[in-house]
Protein backbone atom coordinates (compact mmCIF):
# COMPACT_ATOMS: atom_id res chain seq x y z
CA UNK A 1 0.00 0.00 0.00
CA UNK A 2 1.72 3.44 -1.03
CA UNK A 3 2.38 5.59 2.22
CA UNK A 4 0.11 8.52 2.35
CA UNK A 5 2.39 11.61 1.39
CA UNK A 6 1.56 15.20 3.21
CA UNK A 7 3.08 18.66 1.90
CA UNK A 8 3.60 21.37 3.82
CA UNK A 9 3.57 25.44 2.03
CA UNK A 10 5.89 27.77 3.40
CA UNK A 11 7.78 31.09 3.24
CA UNK A 12 10.70 30.85 5.49
CA UNK A 13 11.68 27.54 6.93
CA UNK A 14 14.37 29.14 8.80
CA UNK A 15 11.88 31.22 10.47
CA UNK A 16 11.06 29.89 14.35
CA UNK A 17 7.66 30.46 14.53
CA UNK A 18 6.70 28.57 11.15
CA UNK A 19 9.34 26.11 12.09
CA UNK A 20 7.64 25.13 15.38
CA UNK A 21 4.47 24.72 12.83
CA UNK A 22 6.11 22.15 10.55
CA UNK A 23 7.78 20.82 13.28
CA UNK A 24 4.87 19.84 15.04
CA UNK A 25 3.31 18.47 11.10
CA UNK A 26 6.67 16.77 10.60
CA UNK A 27 6.64 14.84 14.09
CA UNK A 28 3.22 13.74 13.63
CA UNK A 29 3.57 12.69 10.35
CA UNK A 30 6.71 10.52 11.57
CA UNK A 31 4.48 9.07 14.39
CA UNK A 32 1.66 8.10 11.58
CA UNK A 33 4.22 6.50 9.20
CA UNK A 34 3.85 9.49 6.72
CA UNK A 35 6.18 11.25 4.06
CA UNK A 36 6.09 14.98 4.33
CA UNK A 37 7.35 17.62 1.74
CA UNK A 38 8.06 20.53 2.83
CA UNK A 39 7.96 22.78 0.29
CA UNK A 40 9.52 26.64 1.69
CA UNK A 41 11.31 30.02 -0.32
CA UNK A 42 13.98 31.35 2.46
CA UNK A 43 12.85 35.15 1.67
CA UNK A 44 10.11 36.24 4.13
CA UNK A 45 7.92 39.43 3.36
CA UNK A 46 9.08 42.32 4.25
CA UNK A 47 8.04 43.67 8.14
CA UNK A 48 5.60 46.43 8.09
CA UNK A 49 6.32 49.71 8.82
CA UNK A 50 10.27 48.78 6.84
CA UNK A 51 10.98 50.98 3.61
CA UNK A 52 11.66 47.35 1.76
CA UNK A 53 9.37 45.82 -0.99
CA UNK A 54 10.07 42.83 -2.95
CA UNK A 55 10.59 43.33 -6.83
CA UNK A 56 8.19 41.06 -8.99
CA UNK A 57 10.78 39.10 -9.99
CA UNK A 58 11.86 37.44 -5.90
CA UNK A 59 8.40 37.05 -5.71
CA UNK A 60 8.24 35.06 -8.77
CA UNK A 61 11.40 33.40 -8.36
CA UNK A 62 10.67 32.52 -4.81
CA UNK A 63 6.84 31.41 -5.78
CA UNK A 64 8.74 29.28 -8.76
CA UNK A 65 9.29 25.59 -5.25
CA UNK A 66 5.50 25.51 -5.27
CA UNK A 67 4.56 25.09 -8.73
CA UNK A 68 6.78 22.30 -9.09
CA UNK A 69 4.56 20.33 -6.80
CA UNK A 70 3.01 17.52 -8.44
CA UNK A 71 -0.31 17.03 -6.85
CA UNK A 72 -0.82 13.13 -8.03
CA UNK A 73 1.90 12.48 -5.01
CA UNK A 74 -0.11 14.12 -2.68
CA UNK A 75 -3.12 13.30 0.02
CA UNK A 76 -2.95 16.29 2.16
CA UNK A 77 -1.69 20.04 2.63
CA UNK A 78 -0.59 21.97 4.95
CA UNK A 79 -0.35 25.83 4.13
CA UNK A 80 0.86 28.84 5.85
CA UNK A 81 -1.22 31.20 3.37
CA UNK A 82 -0.98 34.26 5.05
CA UNK A 83 2.95 33.89 5.00
CA UNK A 84 3.42 33.18 1.30
CA UNK A 85 4.44 36.38 -1.12
CA UNK A 86 1.92 36.62 -3.11
CA UNK A 87 -1.54 35.85 -3.33
CA UNK A 88 -2.08 34.11 -6.74
CA UNK A 89 0.22 31.65 -5.48
CA UNK A 90 -2.03 30.42 -2.35
CA UNK A 91 -5.37 30.71 -4.69
CA UNK A 92 -3.28 28.19 -7.26
CA UNK A 93 -2.62 25.80 -4.32
CA UNK A 94 -6.16 25.95 -3.07
CA UNK A 95 -7.35 25.62 -6.29
CA UNK A 96 -5.37 22.45 -7.59
CA UNK A 97 -5.97 20.98 -4.36
CA UNK A 98 -9.82 21.42 -4.89
CA UNK A 99 -9.63 19.69 -8.25
CA UNK A 100 -7.52 17.14 -7.11
CA UNK A 101 -9.87 16.12 -3.70
CA UNK A 102 -6.84 16.60 -2.08
CA UNK A 103 -7.69 17.70 2.08
CA UNK A 104 -6.27 21.62 2.56
CA UNK A 105 -5.71 22.85 5.90
CA UNK A 106 -4.42 26.47 6.32
CA UNK A 107 -2.54 27.22 9.87
CA UNK A 108 -3.21 30.72 11.35
CA UNK A 109 -3.95 32.64 8.62
CA UNK A 110 -6.45 35.23 9.33
CA UNK A 111 -5.92 37.27 5.86
CA UNK A 112 -8.03 34.21 4.19
CA UNK A 113 -11.59 31.69 5.03
CA UNK A 114 -11.71 30.48 2.45
CA UNK A 115 -10.87 26.86 3.37
CA UNK A 116 -10.19 25.01 6.82
CA UNK A 117 -8.22 26.84 9.24
CA UNK A 118 -6.32 25.98 12.33
CA UNK A 119 -6.70 29.73 14.57
CA UNK A 120 -4.13 30.31 16.89
CA UNK A 121 -6.35 32.77 18.92
CA UNK A 122 -3.83 36.01 19.67
CA UNK A 123 -7.14 36.92 21.80
CA UNK A 124 -7.23 34.35 24.00
CA UNK A 125 -3.49 34.26 24.00
CA UNK A 126 -2.98 37.98 25.50
CA UNK A 127 -6.16 37.39 27.63
CA UNK A 128 -3.61 34.87 29.39
CA UNK A 129 -0.70 37.37 30.28
CA UNK A 130 -3.55 39.83 31.43
CA UNK A 131 -5.15 37.48 33.91
CA UNK A 132 -1.74 36.39 35.06
CA UNK A 133 -0.92 40.34 35.96
CA UNK A 134 -4.03 40.93 37.35
CA UNK A 135 -5.70 38.01 38.95
CA UNK A 136 -2.07 36.55 40.38
CA UNK A 137 -0.05 39.73 40.90
CA UNK A 138 -3.17 42.42 41.76
CA UNK A 139 -2.02 45.12 38.78
CA UNK A 140 -4.56 47.64 38.10
CA UNK A 141 -2.35 50.04 36.44
CA UNK A 142 -1.01 48.08 33.29
CA UNK A 143 0.59 50.18 29.71
CA UNK A 144 0.32 48.32 26.91
CA UNK A 145 3.08 48.23 23.68
CA UNK A 146 0.97 46.88 20.48
CA UNK A 147 1.77 46.12 16.76
CA UNK A 148 0.49 48.52 14.54
CA UNK A 149 -2.49 51.18 14.69
CA UNK A 150 -4.72 50.29 11.68
CA UNK A 151 -4.98 47.31 9.34
CA UNK A 152 -3.04 44.62 11.27
CA UNK A 153 -5.38 41.93 12.40
CA UNK A 154 -2.74 40.66 14.97
CA UNK A 155 -2.83 43.79 16.52
CA UNK A 156 -6.13 44.76 16.34
CA UNK A 157 -6.71 41.44 18.08
CA UNK A 158 -4.15 41.60 21.00
CA UNK A 159 -4.84 45.55 21.63
CA UNK A 160 -8.88 43.91 21.90
CA UNK A 161 -7.67 41.49 24.05
CA UNK A 162 -6.42 43.78 26.37
CA UNK A 163 -9.41 46.39 26.32
CA UNK A 164 -11.72 43.05 27.27
CA UNK A 165 -9.47 41.52 30.16
CA UNK A 166 -9.80 45.10 31.73
CA UNK A 167 -12.72 45.51 31.62
CA UNK A 168 -13.59 42.06 32.97
CA UNK A 169 -11.91 42.93 35.74
CA UNK A 170 -13.43 46.57 36.36
CA UNK A 171 -10.56 48.72 35.37
CA UNK A 172 -11.13 51.22 33.07
CA UNK A 173 -9.32 51.15 29.61
CA UNK A 174 -7.26 54.75 29.39
CA UNK A 175 -6.39 55.69 25.74
CA UNK A 176 -2.75 57.59 27.11
CA UNK A 177 -1.86 54.14 28.34
CA UNK A 178 -1.79 52.22 24.81
CA UNK A 179 1.01 53.10 22.51
CA UNK A 180 2.10 51.31 18.94
CA UNK A 181 5.38 50.00 18.84
CA UNK A 182 5.15 48.17 15.35
CA UNK A 183 6.03 44.86 16.49
CA UNK A 184 9.71 46.26 16.73
CA UNK A 185 12.36 49.02 16.96
CA UNK A 186 9.09 51.83 17.86
CA UNK A 187 8.86 50.10 20.91
CA UNK A 188 12.24 51.83 22.19
CA UNK A 189 10.56 55.77 21.41
CA UNK A 190 6.85 54.44 23.24
CA UNK A 191 8.85 53.30 26.57
CA UNK A 192 10.39 56.77 26.42
CA UNK A 193 7.16 58.30 26.08
CA UNK A 194 5.80 55.99 29.18
CA UNK A 195 9.13 57.33 31.14
CA UNK A 196 8.02 61.07 31.08
CA UNK A 197 4.40 60.90 32.58
CA UNK A 198 4.43 61.84 36.34
CA UNK A 199 3.48 58.32 37.62
CA UNK A 200 4.71 55.23 36.18
CA UNK A 201 3.04 51.87 35.33
CA UNK A 202 2.79 48.90 37.50
CA UNK A 203 3.65 46.95 34.41
CA UNK A 204 4.47 47.11 30.86
CA UNK A 205 2.52 44.18 28.21
CA UNK A 206 3.98 44.24 24.94
CA UNK A 207 2.63 42.67 21.87
CA UNK A 208 5.30 40.61 20.85
CA UNK A 209 8.55 39.56 22.25
CA UNK A 210 10.91 41.33 20.53
CA UNK A 211 9.20 44.94 21.63
CA UNK A 212 9.72 43.71 25.11
CA UNK A 213 13.58 43.44 24.90
CA UNK A 214 13.07 46.69 23.71
CA UNK A 215 11.24 47.87 25.98
CA UNK A 216 13.38 46.39 29.04
CA UNK A 217 16.75 47.66 27.56
CA UNK A 218 15.39 51.05 27.54
CA UNK A 219 14.14 50.62 31.08
CA UNK A 220 17.40 49.67 32.55
CA UNK A 221 19.33 52.13 30.69
CA UNK A 222 17.19 54.39 32.71
CA UNK A 223 18.02 52.93 35.98
CA UNK A 224 15.02 50.82 36.62
CA UNK A 225 14.99 47.20 37.36
CA UNK A 226 12.75 44.75 36.28
CA UNK A 227 10.34 43.24 38.13
CA UNK A 228 11.06 45.18 40.66
CA UNK A 229 10.55 48.71 40.04
CA UNK A 230 8.30 47.65 37.06
CA UNK A 231 7.24 44.74 34.93
CA UNK A 232 7.66 44.07 31.57
CA UNK A 233 5.67 40.59 29.21
CA UNK A 234 6.38 39.63 25.61
CA UNK A 235 4.44 37.54 23.30
CA UNK A 236 5.37 34.41 21.03
CA UNK A 237 8.11 32.76 23.75
CA UNK A 238 10.88 33.37 20.63
CA UNK A 239 14.03 31.46 21.67
CA UNK A 240 15.47 34.62 22.26
CA UNK A 241 13.80 34.63 25.50
CA UNK A 242 15.68 32.05 27.11
CA UNK A 243 19.17 33.97 26.67
CA UNK A 244 17.60 37.66 27.89
CA UNK A 245 17.67 38.67 31.02
CA UNK A 246 15.38 39.45 32.38
CA UNK A 247 14.11 36.36 30.81
CA UNK A 248 10.56 37.96 29.86
CA UNK A 249 7.13 36.60 30.90
CA UNK A 250 4.93 35.17 27.62
CA UNK A 251 2.95 33.56 25.98
CA UNK A 252 3.59 30.44 23.83
CA UNK A 253 1.31 30.18 20.95
CA UNK A 254 0.49 26.44 20.36
CA UNK A 255 2.60 26.76 17.17
CA UNK A 256 3.73 22.90 17.41
CA UNK A 257 0.17 21.59 18.41
CA UNK A 258 -1.06 23.46 15.42
CA UNK A 259 1.25 21.63 13.36
CA UNK A 260 0.05 18.06 15.24
CA UNK A 261 -3.70 18.96 14.48
CA UNK A 262 -3.69 19.82 11.03
CA UNK A 263 -2.21 16.57 10.39
CA UNK A 264 -4.83 14.88 12.50
CA UNK A 265 -7.68 16.81 10.46
CA UNK A 266 -6.24 15.92 7.00
CA UNK A 267 -6.51 12.11 8.14
CA UNK A 268 -9.95 13.09 9.29
CA UNK A 269 -11.16 14.59 5.86
CA UNK A 270 -9.44 11.52 3.67
CA UNK A 271 -11.74 9.13 5.63
CA UNK A 272 -14.43 11.35 4.95
CA UNK A 273 -15.37 13.46 8.16
CA UNK A 274 -15.99 17.54 8.02
CA UNK A 275 -14.43 19.16 10.31
CA UNK A 276 -15.35 23.13 11.67
CA UNK A 277 -14.42 25.54 9.60
CA UNK A 278 -12.35 27.00 12.12
CA UNK A 279 -10.32 24.65 15.14
CA UNK A 280 -9.10 26.81 17.91
CA UNK A 281 -5.69 25.54 19.18
CA UNK A 282 -5.17 27.00 23.01
CA UNK A 283 -1.79 29.35 23.63
CA UNK A 284 0.40 28.58 26.50
CA UNK A 285 1.52 31.19 29.18
CA UNK A 286 5.07 31.03 29.94
CA UNK A 287 6.17 33.00 33.39
CA UNK A 288 9.89 34.22 33.41
CA UNK A 289 11.75 36.40 35.40
CA UNK A 290 10.01 39.50 34.20
CA UNK A 291 6.95 39.46 36.50
CA UNK A 292 9.10 37.87 39.46
CA UNK A 293 7.94 34.46 39.02
CA UNK A 294 11.36 32.35 38.20
CA UNK A 295 14.45 33.63 39.84
CA UNK A 296 16.63 36.08 38.11
CA UNK A 297 19.86 33.99 36.51
CA UNK A 298 22.35 36.24 34.77
CA UNK A 299 23.96 35.89 31.13
CA UNK A 300 27.27 35.03 33.07
CA UNK A 301 26.06 31.53 34.09
CA UNK A 302 26.49 31.31 30.00
CA UNK A 303 30.13 30.52 29.72
CA UNK A 304 32.99 32.18 28.10
CA UNK A 305 33.45 28.65 26.13
CA UNK A 306 30.12 28.49 25.05
CA UNK A 307 29.92 32.29 23.74
CA UNK A 308 33.35 31.77 22.28
CA UNK A 309 32.02 28.51 20.19
CA UNK A 310 29.63 30.64 18.86
CA UNK A 311 31.30 33.31 17.81
CA UNK A 312 33.51 30.90 15.97
CA UNK A 313 30.81 29.03 14.28
CA UNK A 314 30.00 32.59 12.83
CA UNK A 315 33.20 33.08 11.77
CA UNK A 316 33.55 29.69 10.30
CA UNK A 317 30.41 29.89 8.33
CA UNK A 318 31.24 33.01 7.43
CA UNK A 319 34.42 31.67 5.80
CA UNK A 320 32.43 28.74 4.31
CA UNK A 321 30.60 31.43 2.23
CA UNK A 322 33.38 33.23 1.06
CA UNK A 323 35.14 29.93 0.23
CA UNK A 324 31.98 28.41 -1.88
CA UNK A 325 31.84 31.77 -3.48
CA UNK A 326 35.19 30.93 -4.82
CA UNK A 327 34.75 27.66 -5.36
CA UNK A 328 31.85 28.67 -7.96
CA UNK A 329 33.85 31.21 -9.53
CA UNK A 330 36.43 28.68 -10.94
CA UNK A 331 33.99 25.96 -11.81
CA UNK A 332 34.53 25.70 -15.89
CA UNK A 333 32.08 22.41 -15.89
CA UNK A 334 28.33 22.18 -14.29
CA UNK A 335 29.76 18.79 -12.83
CA UNK A 336 32.29 21.23 -10.86
CA UNK A 337 29.78 23.38 -9.98
CA UNK A 338 28.33 22.10 -6.70
CA UNK A 339 31.27 20.06 -5.39
CA UNK A 340 31.50 23.34 -2.28
CA UNK A 341 27.91 22.10 -1.31
CA UNK A 342 28.79 19.09 1.03
CA UNK A 343 30.31 21.74 4.21
CA UNK A 344 26.91 23.33 4.14
CA UNK A 345 25.64 20.19 3.78
CA UNK A 346 26.99 19.13 6.57
CA UNK A 347 26.54 21.95 8.59
CA UNK A 348 22.36 21.79 8.39
CA UNK A 349 22.82 17.74 8.75
CA UNK A 350 20.93 17.18 6.22
CA UNK A 351 20.86 13.15 5.23
CA UNK A 352 20.51 13.40 1.39
CA UNK A 353 20.79 16.72 -0.65
CA UNK A 354 20.31 16.65 -4.57
CA UNK A 355 20.82 19.53 -6.76
CA UNK A 356 18.14 19.22 -9.26
CA UNK A 357 18.78 21.93 -12.57
CA UNK A 358 17.11 22.57 -15.56
CA UNK A 359 17.66 19.87 -18.12
CA UNK A 360 17.77 22.63 -21.24
CA UNK A 361 20.11 24.39 -19.03
CA UNK A 362 22.80 21.38 -19.02
CA UNK A 363 21.42 20.32 -22.89
CA UNK A 364 24.60 20.27 -25.23
CA UNK A 365 22.43 21.45 -28.10
CA UNK A 366 20.88 23.43 -26.13
CA UNK A 367 19.54 26.48 -28.87
CA UNK A 368 18.99 29.10 -27.48
CA UNK A 369 17.18 30.94 -30.20
CA UNK A 370 18.06 34.41 -29.59
CA UNK A 371 16.11 35.91 -31.74
CA UNK A 372 13.19 34.23 -30.24
CA UNK A 373 10.82 35.50 -27.24
CA UNK A 374 11.86 33.67 -24.24
CA UNK A 375 9.16 33.03 -21.58
CA UNK A 376 10.47 33.59 -18.23
CA UNK A 377 9.85 31.62 -15.30
CA UNK A 378 8.67 28.24 -17.24
CA UNK A 379 8.80 25.41 -15.02
CA UNK A 380 10.68 22.77 -17.42
CA UNK A 381 9.41 19.32 -18.02
CA UNK A 382 12.97 17.88 -17.12
CA UNK A 383 15.51 18.42 -14.51
CA UNK A 384 19.22 16.77 -13.88
CA UNK A 385 20.82 15.71 -10.71
CA UNK A 386 23.99 17.91 -10.11
CA UNK A 387 24.95 16.31 -6.93
CA UNK A 388 25.89 13.82 -4.70
CA UNK A 389 25.52 13.82 -0.88
CA UNK A 390 23.99 10.84 0.84
CA UNK A 391 23.05 9.12 -2.56
CA UNK A 392 24.41 7.24 -5.49
CA UNK A 393 22.25 8.91 -8.51
CA UNK A 394 24.85 9.70 -11.03
CA UNK A 395 25.86 13.31 -11.54
CA UNK A 396 23.73 14.17 -15.07
CA UNK A 397 20.83 11.64 -14.41
CA UNK A 398 17.68 13.08 -16.02
CA UNK A 399 14.70 12.86 -14.41
CA UNK A 400 11.06 14.27 -15.16
CA UNK A 401 10.08 17.67 -13.14
CA UNK A 402 7.01 15.42 -11.65
CA UNK A 403 8.61 12.80 -9.54
CA UNK A 404 10.39 15.54 -7.78
CA UNK A 405 13.59 13.75 -7.00
CA UNK A 406 15.93 11.24 -9.46
CA UNK A 407 15.30 8.28 -6.60
CA UNK A 408 11.61 6.76 -5.34
CA UNK A 409 10.81 8.43 -2.28
CA UNK A 410 9.30 5.26 -1.26
CA UNK A 411 12.03 2.68 -0.98
CA UNK A 412 13.25 3.06 2.33
CA UNK A 413 10.92 1.00 5.34
CA UNK A 414 10.75 4.53 7.71
CA UNK A 415 8.79 7.58 6.49
CA UNK A 416 11.14 10.52 5.58
CA UNK A 417 10.90 14.65 5.26
CA UNK A 418 12.01 16.31 2.16
CA UNK A 419 12.66 19.64 1.73
CA UNK A 420 12.57 21.85 -1.93
CA UNK A 421 14.00 25.58 -1.92
CA UNK A 422 14.27 27.39 -5.34
CA UNK A 423 16.97 28.08 -7.37
CA UNK A 424 16.72 31.22 -9.85
CA UNK A 425 18.43 33.77 -10.87
CA UNK A 426 17.12 37.06 -12.47
CA UNK A 427 14.25 35.73 -14.26
CA UNK A 428 15.06 32.12 -15.01
CA UNK A 429 13.78 29.27 -13.24
CA UNK A 430 17.34 27.19 -13.02
CA UNK A 431 15.81 23.84 -10.67
CA UNK A 432 15.93 23.43 -6.93
CA UNK A 433 17.33 21.95 -4.00
CA UNK A 434 16.01 18.32 -2.32
CA UNK A 435 17.04 17.56 1.09
CA UNK A 436 16.68 15.27 3.69
CA UNK A 437 16.95 16.89 6.93
CA UNK A 438 17.96 15.33 9.89
CA UNK A 439 16.68 17.89 11.83
CA UNK A 440 14.12 20.96 10.95
CA UNK A 441 16.26 23.34 13.42
CA UNK A 442 18.16 24.85 11.04
CA UNK A 443 20.50 27.83 11.97
CA UNK A 444 18.45 30.83 11.63
CA UNK A 445 18.83 33.28 8.23
CA UNK A 446 22.60 31.30 7.83
CA UNK A 447 20.16 28.60 5.67
CA UNK A 448 18.86 31.84 3.54
CA UNK A 449 22.38 33.26 2.81
CA UNK A 450 23.35 29.90 1.78
CA UNK A 451 20.12 29.08 -0.07
CA UNK A 452 20.74 32.92 -1.91
CA UNK A 453 24.37 32.37 -2.56
CA UNK A 454 24.15 29.45 -4.26
CA UNK A 455 21.01 30.93 -6.66
CA UNK A 456 23.37 34.02 -6.98
CA UNK A 457 26.29 31.48 -7.96
CA UNK A 458 24.85 28.99 -10.35
CA UNK A 459 22.46 31.90 -11.61
CA UNK A 460 25.94 33.67 -12.75
CA UNK A 461 27.54 30.40 -13.84
CA UNK A 462 24.88 29.17 -16.36
CA UNK A 463 23.83 33.03 -17.75
CA UNK A 464 27.67 33.15 -18.50
CA UNK A 465 27.30 29.61 -20.28
CA UNK A 466 24.78 31.38 -21.89
CA UNK A 467 26.28 34.31 -22.41
CA UNK A 468 28.76 32.16 -24.38
CA UNK A 469 26.22 30.83 -26.28
CA UNK A 470 24.11 33.50 -27.63
CA UNK A 471 28.02 35.50 -28.21
CA UNK A 472 28.62 32.36 -30.60
CA UNK A 473 25.43 32.25 -31.74
CA UNK A 474 26.20 36.01 -33.08
CA UNK A 475 29.31 35.17 -34.57
CA UNK A 476 27.22 32.63 -36.19
CA UNK A 477 24.91 34.96 -38.19
CA UNK A 478 27.59 37.37 -38.43
CA UNK A 479 29.71 35.41 -40.33
CA UNK A 480 27.11 33.38 -42.23
CA UNK A 481 24.74 33.60 -44.99
CA UNK A 482 20.89 33.10 -43.66
CA UNK A 483 19.77 31.07 -46.45
CA UNK A 484 22.05 28.99 -46.97
CA UNK A 485 24.43 28.57 -44.40
CA UNK A 486 27.31 28.85 -45.95
CA UNK A 487 29.95 32.01 -45.07
CA UNK A 488 29.22 35.63 -46.46
CA UNK A 489 32.44 37.44 -47.34
CA UNK A 490 32.90 38.46 -43.68
CA UNK A 491 33.73 35.08 -42.79
CA UNK A 492 35.72 34.31 -46.20
CA UNK A 493 37.92 37.80 -45.19
CA UNK A 494 38.05 36.22 -41.51
CA UNK A 495 39.08 32.95 -42.14
CA UNK A 496 40.69 32.55 -46.01
CA UNK A 497 44.12 33.73 -44.95
CA UNK A 498 44.22 31.00 -42.35
CA UNK A 499 42.99 28.93 -44.93
CA UNK A 500 45.74 29.78 -47.49
CA UNK A 501 48.81 29.10 -44.93
CA UNK A 502 47.14 25.44 -43.44
CA UNK A 503 47.13 24.67 -47.24
CA UNK A 504 50.73 25.68 -47.69
CA UNK A 505 52.00 23.81 -44.95
CA UNK A 506 50.34 20.84 -45.60
CA UNK A 507 52.05 20.68 -49.14
CA UNK A 508 48.25 19.78 -50.51
CA UNK A 509 47.08 21.72 -54.21
CA UNK A 510 44.85 24.46 -53.25
CA UNK A 511 41.43 24.67 -55.88
CA UNK A 512 39.19 28.05 -56.07
CA UNK A 513 35.94 26.96 -57.30
CA UNK A 514 33.70 29.59 -58.58
CA UNK A 515 29.73 29.02 -59.29
CA UNK A 516 27.18 30.18 -60.56
CA UNK A 517 23.40 29.40 -60.79
CA UNK A 518 22.05 28.89 -63.96
CA UNK A 519 19.12 30.82 -65.09
CA UNK A 520 18.22 32.57 -61.81
CA UNK A 521 16.48 35.68 -63.07
CA UNK A 522 14.43 33.72 -65.25
CA UNK A 523 12.77 31.69 -62.12
CA UNK A 524 12.72 34.95 -60.18
CA UNK A 525 10.53 36.63 -62.99
CA UNK A 526 8.68 33.66 -64.18
CA UNK A 527 8.26 31.73 -60.56
CA UNK A 528 8.78 34.31 -57.49
CA UNK A 529 11.58 34.90 -55.42
CA UNK A 530 10.79 31.90 -53.21
CA UNK A 531 11.20 29.35 -55.97
CA UNK A 532 14.36 31.51 -56.49
CA UNK A 533 15.40 31.14 -53.06
CA UNK A 534 15.14 26.92 -53.72
CA UNK A 535 17.23 27.21 -56.41
CA UNK A 536 20.09 29.41 -54.60
CA UNK A 537 19.30 26.16 -51.71
CA UNK A 538 19.52 23.53 -53.87
CA UNK A 539 23.09 24.92 -55.86
CA UNK A 540 24.48 25.67 -52.04
CA UNK A 541 23.34 22.49 -50.56
CA UNK A 542 25.24 20.43 -53.64
CA UNK A 543 28.69 22.48 -52.93
CA UNK A 544 28.66 21.63 -49.11
CA UNK A 545 27.73 17.94 -49.71
CA UNK A 546 30.39 17.33 -52.49
CA UNK A 547 33.19 19.45 -51.54
CA UNK A 548 35.62 18.21 -47.94
CA UNK A 549 33.74 19.47 -44.47
CA UNK A 550 37.23 21.41 -44.41
CA UNK A 551 36.72 23.58 -46.87
CA UNK A 552 35.50 27.43 -46.93
CA UNK A 553 32.34 27.55 -48.82
CA UNK A 554 31.00 31.06 -49.50
CA UNK A 555 27.44 32.86 -50.66
CA UNK A 556 29.26 35.98 -52.32
CA UNK A 557 26.28 37.26 -54.09
CA UNK A 558 22.88 36.73 -54.63
CA UNK A 559 23.84 33.53 -57.02
CA UNK A 560 27.07 33.48 -56.72
CA UNK A 561 29.24 31.09 -54.97
CA UNK A 562 32.53 30.45 -53.96
CA UNK A 563 34.64 27.60 -52.36
CA UNK A 564 38.48 27.18 -51.39
CA UNK A 565 39.23 23.64 -50.97
CA UNK A 566 42.52 21.71 -50.44
CA UNK A 567 43.13 17.91 -52.23
CA UNK A 568 45.93 15.65 -52.90
CA UNK A 569 44.94 15.18 -56.22
CA UNK A 570 45.82 17.74 -59.09
CA UNK A 571 42.16 16.27 -60.90
CA UNK A 572 40.05 16.52 -58.15
CA UNK A 573 38.04 19.21 -58.43
CA UNK A 574 37.19 18.31 -62.00
CA UNK A 575 36.11 15.22 -60.59
CA UNK A 576 33.45 16.79 -57.53
CA UNK A 577 32.50 19.48 -60.16
CA UNK A 578 31.10 16.68 -62.22
CA UNK A 579 29.37 15.04 -59.31
CA UNK A 580 27.74 18.44 -58.78
CA UNK A 581 26.32 18.47 -62.52
CA UNK A 582 25.33 14.84 -61.66
CA UNK A 583 23.43 15.76 -58.52
CA UNK A 584 21.65 19.06 -60.38
CA UNK A 585 20.68 16.35 -63.23
CA UNK A 586 19.01 13.89 -60.40
CA UNK A 587 17.29 16.96 -58.84
CA UNK A 588 15.53 17.79 -61.82
CA UNK A 589 14.47 14.24 -62.93
CA UNK A 590 12.91 13.62 -59.58
CA UNK A 591 11.25 16.91 -58.87
CA UNK A 592 8.14 17.74 -60.57
CA UNK A 593 9.29 21.67 -61.51
CA UNK A 594 8.50 24.10 -64.20
CA UNK A 595 12.00 24.95 -64.19
CA UNK A 596 15.07 22.73 -64.16
CA UNK A 597 18.00 23.81 -61.53
CA UNK A 598 21.18 24.43 -62.40
CA UNK A 599 25.05 25.57 -61.86
CA UNK A 600 28.30 26.27 -63.63
CA UNK A 601 31.56 26.09 -62.29
CA UNK A 602 35.18 27.12 -63.10
CA UNK A 603 38.00 26.45 -60.97
CA UNK A 604 41.90 27.35 -60.58
CA UNK A 605 44.15 24.62 -58.94
CA UNK A 606 47.71 24.41 -57.80
CA UNK A 607 50.35 24.01 -55.76
CA UNK A 608 50.20 27.65 -52.90
CA UNK A 609 53.06 28.92 -51.60
CA UNK A 610 53.78 32.34 -50.23
CA UNK A 611 53.83 34.65 -53.54
CA UNK A 612 49.94 33.05 -54.34
CA UNK A 613 47.62 36.10 -54.75
CA UNK A 614 44.20 34.70 -53.17
CA UNK A 615 42.19 37.72 -55.13
CA UNK A 616 43.89 37.00 -58.32
CA UNK A 617 42.88 33.18 -58.29
CA UNK A 618 39.49 34.15 -57.28
CA UNK A 619 39.36 36.45 -60.68
CA UNK A 620 40.56 33.98 -62.84
CA UNK A 621 38.39 30.97 -61.30
CA UNK A 622 35.54 33.80 -62.04
CA UNK A 623 36.24 33.87 -65.31
CA UNK A 624 36.54 30.03 -65.99
CA UNK A 625 33.07 29.53 -64.56
CA UNK A 626 31.49 32.00 -67.23
CA UNK A 627 33.94 30.28 -69.79
CA UNK A 628 32.09 27.12 -68.75
CA UNK A 629 28.58 29.08 -68.90
CA UNK A 630 29.38 29.38 -72.98
CA UNK A 631 31.36 26.21 -73.66
CA UNK A 632 28.11 24.12 -71.34
CA UNK A 633 25.57 25.41 -74.02
CA UNK A 634 22.76 23.41 -72.23
CA UNK A 635 19.60 24.04 -73.42
CA UNK A 636 16.81 24.05 -70.35
CA UNK A 637 13.53 25.10 -70.48
CA UNK A 638 11.98 27.35 -67.36
Keep these: MKRKT ?152 RLEAYKTTLKRHGIPVEDDRIYFGEFWRKAIECTEQILKKPELPEAIVCANDTMAFFCMDTLKEHGYKIPEDIIVTGFDAVSDCQSYTPSPTTVRRATFESGEKAVDLILEMINGHEPEDITYVDSVLVKGQSCGCMPSITLDDISYNERYSR ?76 YNYGHEIPIGTEFTTSQLIPEAMNDTDEALIYAFAPIYFKNTFLGYLAAVPSTIELEGDLLSTWLTAISNNAGS ?16 LNLHDPLTGMFNRRGLNKYEKDFLQNTIKSGKYLSVICADVDGLKIVN ?45 LNEPDR ?50 YLEKHKKKTVRKY
Design 6 to 157: IAVCITGFDLEYEMSVVDGVTKRCKELGLNCLVFFNPTRKPQRGLDLVLSDTIINGEMQVFRIMNYDLIDGIVTFGESLLDEKTFFDIAKNAKEKNIPLIDVDDLAHDQEKRIILSNKYAMEAVLEHLIAEHGLTKIDFIGGFKDNNIQSEE
Design 525 to 569: DAYGHEEGDNAITKCSDALLNVFPSSSISVRTGGDEFLVLAAFDD
Design 461 to 476: FYMNKKLEKALDELEM
Design 311 to 386: YQDFKEFTRYILDMNVDFSVAEESNELFAGLTKGAKIFKFNKLFVCINSELEAESYDLGIDEEIKPWTVPEKMVSM
Design 576 to 625: LIKVIYERMEDYNRLQVKPYKVGCSCGHVTLKPDENTDLNALKNEADSMM
